[in-house]
């Protein structure tokens, strides 16, 4: 409420789906979820803004149907839910892979969400698929994210290595996709992880398009949201 007095808006990043739903529900102005536990909406704006703009379609959102993103590595976070979710939406195919188990399989409600979007008209899917190849090959987009977001050390993080090593980005792993196919990761990244220094910094990668869509994203959501156009 003190908030609301104070400013037009409110972005917050979050650790969990219900503190930005407390925040929204004694506020008077809009809140921006920025991240939290279960999700990253303003991230896949600018995702969906930089696919649109290498699929030569920006500003015509309907020309992302029928394209096909690769998600691979840890697929048990919020940017893998979200882009499930955004994909379906967008009318895109969404394959994910990584590695079975607890502590990495993606939660069931979200599989459940994203199966319900799939039922409306224009509607993408999401699936997980077994392997990396299976999830890559002829796809346009092929996205990675940092398997330690969490701080992980110690015998945790080399026993997460070795399980999602398999799930490395490498040139090899991009030759599975279209030939046109670009590489995507919301940074930070660590060459040598999640992909190799050969793909993120290769010509096809888009990770800076990507960082620099965060700002003009998210501008305009703001322009839109102050002045009630939403």
């Given at each position: ?7 037009d808006a409110v972005t ?62 840890d697929i048990q976070n ?73 701080g992980i050390q110690g ?76």
């Amino acid at each position: 409420a003190v908030l609301s007095r104070m400013s037009d808006a409110v972005t917050a990043r979050v650790k969990s789906r219900e503190q930005i739903a407390g925040l929204a529900a004694n506020s008077t102005i809009p809140v921006v979820n920025a991240l939290d536990d279960y999700a990253h909406p303003m991230q896949m704006l600018a995702d969906l803004q930089v696919m649109l703009e290498h699929s030569g379609a920006a500003g015509d959102g309907e020309k992302l149907a029928g394209a096909t993103l690769a998600f691979v590595g840890d697929i048990q976070n919020n940017v893998t839910y979200d882009l499930m979710r955004a994909g379906t939406i967008m009318g895109m195919t969404v394959k994910v892979s990584g590695p079975k188990g607890p502590g990495f399989a993606p939660e069931a409600s979200v599989l459940e969400e994203c199966a319900s979007l799939a039922t409306a008209a224009g509607a993408g899917k999401a699936q997980v698929v077994d392997t990396a190849e299976e999830a890559v090959k002829g796809a346009d987009f092929v996205y990675a994210d940092s398997w330690m977001s969490y701080g992980i050390q110690g015998a945790e993080r080399e026993a997460r290595l070795n399980a999602l090593m398999p799930y490395q980005v490498t040139a090899g792993l991009m030759g599975q996709a279209k030939g046109s196919a670009k590489f995507m990761n919301c940074l930070p990244a660590m060459r040598g992880e999640e992909q190799t220094a050969e793909v993120i910094d290769g010509p096809r990668s888009i990770v800076f398009d990507q960082a620099e869509n965060r700002l003009h994203a998210q501008k305009a959501l703001l322009v839109k949201l102050i002045n009630r156009q939403l």
